[in-house]
């Protein structure tokens, strides 16, 4: 969504990805209402949702359960192969040069320059966002 955002209000935005899409991940196939209300109007998850979520089951220790059904959407049910491939597609709708099979190696930041070295190439950039993960390349780099 960052990418998305970028690069609808003019920003040139390269985003890379190391998979290549589409590819199965076994988290988070689940988009909260609150989280689809925050999307912008002309990104309609529709295409992806199979499922709409109403009922919860409740349980403690997997013993005696019970079902709360609301009358209201819970949540979208998608597969998350689905949603990433589909996010991305959108930001690079708006402009964003989208790379999957790119795996970022290593990051420089000199003198407020940043250089990201990839499997093969080397960008510059002048902000970098990373969504690597608690344990990736980009969380490790001095600011």
């Given amino acids: ?21 589409p590819h199965d991940k076994p988290c988070g196939g689940g988009v909260t209402i609150r ?28 013993g005696n359960s019970f079902v709360d059904r609301s009358s209201q959407v819970l949540t979208y049910m998608t597969q998350r192969r689905c949603l990433d491939e589909y996010l991305a597609g959108q930001a690079a709708e708006f402009g964003a040069d989208f790379r999957d099979g790119v795996s970022v190696r290593g990051v420089d930041v000199a003198d407020g320059d940043i250089t990201l070295h990839t499997n093969g190439d080397a960008y510059r950039a002048r902000v970098l966002v990373g969504a690597d993960g608690a344990n990736g390349i980009v969380r490790a780099t001095p600011a």
Avoid: Q
């Fill in 1 to 21: 969504m960052t990418a998305y955002h970028a690069a609808r209000n003019g920003a040139k935005v390269l985003l890379l990805d190391k998979a290549t899409f």
């Fill in 35 to 62: 989280a689809a209300a925050s999307l912008p109007g002309e990104i309609d998850l529709t295409p992806i949702i199979e499922h709409v979520v109403h009922n919860v089951r409740f349980s403690f220790r997997l």
